[in-house]
C-alpha cells in the first residue's frame, strides 16, 4: 500500500456551494482511492478555522453576499494564505476563483479585497456567460482539453506573476476580451469552469493530485469516462458551428 494520504479541505460548502461544485472533492476522493492513496475530507463551515494541514484546498461558487462574506472571514483567518505559501494545492471555481485573486467585483459594482493568492483581478463584465466553455490547457501541465459549464458576469484579468489555464475554444472564459479560461500559478489554480469541473475533466484531478503527493500518479483505465467526455465535447464544438 502506498505511504502516501491526502487531506482535502472544502472551503465553506455553506456560503460557496452554489453549483454542485462539492462534486470536485468527490472526485478527488475517487480518484485517489483507486490508485489505494487514502484521503481525509474536511467539510469545513464558515465560522471555522481553516486548519492549516492540509493538501488540497477547494473552494467552489457562490452568489454575490455569500462571496463577499467568504473573502472576509478568509481574509481575517489568514489561514487559506498561509497553507498556499508554504505549498498547498489550491483549486478554486467562479466566485472561489475571483476570491483568491487581489479584488473582485462586489454586488454593486464595487471593487472589493480578494486574498492576493493568484496574480488575477476582476471586476464585472459588460455581458453575462452562460453556457459550455472548452479550452486546449497549457501545454506544461499535460492535461487534455477541458469542458465545463459557466455562469459569470465576471472580467478577469491575468497579471504578470499567473499564467492563463487554457485557451478558449467554446465560451468565454475570463470575460477580459484576451481568450482565456482560468489561470494558474505555482500549485494554485482557478477556473470558471462548473460540472463540477473535476467531474468532467478527470486529467484536471489528476494533475491536483500529483501536485499534492509531489510525484507522478499510476494511470487509471479512463476509457469510459474519455468516451463519454468526446461525446461531450463534439457536441459543444458542432452547437458552436452550426
Known sequence: MPSDRIKIVWIYPD??????????????????????????TVHLRSDEPVPQDG????????EDRPQILAAQRLRNDGGLNN??????VVFAVCAGYQ?????FGGDEGQQLPGLG????????????????????????????RITGFENHQGATTIGPNARPLAKVVAGVGNGDGQGFEG???GKVLGTYMHGPALVRNPGLADLLLRWALGHEIA????????????????????????
Open 219 to 242: 494511470p487509471l483505465d479512463d476509457s469510459w469516462a474519455g468516451r463519454l467526455r468526446e461525446e461531450r465535447l463534439n457536441a459543444v464544438l458542432a452547437a458552436q458551428q452550426g
Open 183 to 185: 489561470a494558474y500559478a
Open 117 to 144: 493568492i493568484l496574480d488575477i483581478r476582476s471586476g464585472r463584465g459588460q455581458q453575462r456567460a452562460v453556457g459550455e466553455v472548452v479550452g486546449d490547457v497549457a501545454a506544461e501541465l499535460n492535461v487534455p
Open 99 to 103: 476570491i483568491i485573486g487581489h479584488e
Open 15 to 40: 456560503l460557496l456551494s452554489t453549483y454542485g461544485d462539492q462534486g470536485n472533492t468527490i472526485m478527488l476522493e475517487r480518484r485517489a482511492a483507486l490508485r489505494g492513496i487514502p484521503t481525509e
Open 83 to 88: 497553507a498556499a505559501a508554504r505549498g498547498a
Open 55 to 62: 493538501d488540497i484546498y477547494l473552494l467552489g461558487g457562490g
